[in-house]
Nanobody, 125 residues
């Protein structure tokens, strides 16, 4: 079974950067569409970014993070990373990576069967 583990969260000041990693084990992550979601208490899980698999490496970003976040694959490490720049307090939340064995990724959480445990990102001065 595919297992996902996120890392890289932490406390950062507004305007700072963090790089989140989603490391997979059990299967080759390149065959899976992967997405990042975030959640804060009392709110629904929000799609942040996603990347397709195989021949479709198309990326999608939520409007709120366009131009600031970059999703990419590191096939050698069986990992998908989320580079987060120009962070804002509203980016605070628990960030989850999710995967599904489909080609086209979306920001709909119901698409994904495999989820990591999450990593906390706090943007505060």
């Amino acid at each position: 079974q595919l297992r996902l583990v996120e890392s890289g969260g932490g406390l950062v000041q507004p305007g700072g950067s963090l790089k989140l990693s989603c490391v997979a084990s059990g299967y080759t992550l390149g065959y899976y569409a992967v997405a990042w979601f975030r959640q804060v208490p009392g709110k629904e899980r929000e799609g942040v970014s996603c990347i397709g698999s195989g021949s479709s490496q198309r990326t999608t970003y939520a409007e709120s993070v366009k131009g600031r976040f970059i999703i990419s694959r590191d096939s050698a490490r069986n990992t998908v990373t989320l580079q987060m720049n120009s962070l804002r307090p509203e980016d605070t939340g628990v960030y989850y990576c999710a995967a599904e064995s489909v080609t086209v990724a979306t920001l709909d959480p119901t698409l994904y069967a495999y989820w990591g445990q999450g990593t906390q990102v706090t943007v505060s001065s």
